[in-house]
């Protein structure tokens, strides 16, 4: 795969890296599914991506806390990469939260029939 060289390529690839951790922290087996939670918040908030990946609201992101193989690292970061340079499509149709299946669900969170599962979260908007 070649990418054009822009600043928004860059801009991608550096927040790839940040969604990356988040992917590894939360759930590896739902990539795309918590890239596209990130994007989408980030477009509904005008917000940076850096800006919407906090560690309050990501519960396994804590930035340089855990260390991940050169390998998780590269495959994650290139998932996410997919997902901000619009090569993948979403799968969570707009979702902007997700939360563990078996664990608290948000008062707030729309009926279960509304949710999708990837992995072992649920995803909704």
Request: glycine content about 8%; overall charge positive; hydrophobic content about 40%.
């Amino acid at each position: 795969m070649v990418l054009e060289l822009t600043l928004a390529t860059l801009i991608a690839a550096s927040d790839a890296r940040i969604v990356a951790e988040v992917i590894l922290g939360e759930d590896p087996t739902a990539p795309t599914a918590i890239a596209w939670v990130i994007k989408n918040r980030a477009e509904k908030s005008g917000k940076p991506i850096h800006e919407v990946i906090v560690p309050s609201q990501f519960h396994g992101f804590k930035p340089g806390k855990k260390k991940w193989s050169d390998e998780q690292i590269e495959r994650a970061t290139l998932s996410a990469l997919k997902v901000l340079t619009g090569q993948r499509s979403d799968p969570t149709g707009g979702a902007v939260y997700f939360h563990a299946v078996g664990t608290w669900t948000p008062p707030w969170a729309p009926h279960p029939k509304e949710w999708k599962q990837f992995g072992k979260h649920y995803f909704y908007r």
